[in-house]
């Protein structure tokens, strides 16, 4: 398993997919980018976003609410919600 990828519970857990307004019926994957360094975190997720099946979600955890990565997410026309709990930000990820 990749050792940076959220555990599979977290991005298949209902509760967190309400609170984040992400589909409950969509397939969901998850990255955890909390220890890369700028702007790895960027890049990644936009990477990993391109190589999803358009009705996938991608759950991204970090230490930082990602504002830098929102206009980007604009830009493509992605839909995104950010919940911070526990010193962390997830952010669920999906095409409009």
Same mark, same amino acid.
């Given at each position: 398993? &990749?050792?940076?990828?959220?555990?599979?519970?977290?991005? =298949? &857990?209902?509760?967190?997919?309400? $609170?984040?307004?992400? @589909?409950?019926?969509? @397939?969901?994957?998850?990255?955890?980018? /909390?220890?890369?360094?700028? @702007?790895?975190? =960027? #890049?990644? #997720? =936009?990477?990993?976003?391109? $190589?999803?099946?358009?009705?996938?979600?991608?759950?991204?955890?970090? &230490?930082?609410? @990602?504002?830098?990565?929102?206009?980007? =997410? &604009?830009? /493509?026309?992605?839909?995104?919600?950010?919940?911070?709990?526990?010193?962390?930000?997830?952010?669920?990820?999906? /095409?409009?």
């Amino acid at each position: 398993m &990749d050792p940076t990828a959220v555990e599979g519970t977290d991005a =298949l &857990d209902p509760d967190l997919r309400e $609170s984040l307004d992400a @589909p409950a019926d969509a @397939p969901a994957e998850g990255i955890d980018v /909390r220890d890369a360094p700028a @702007p790895k975190p =960027l #890049t990644r #997720t =936009l990477e990993t976003l391109e $190589s999803l099946p358009a009705e996938t979600v991608l759950l991204q955890r970090n &230490d930082r609410v @990602p504002v830098h990565l929102f206009d980007r =997410l &604009d830009e /493509r026309g992605y839909r995104y919600e950010t919940l911070e709990r526990d010193g962390e930000a997830l952010t669920a990820i999906r /095409r409009e």
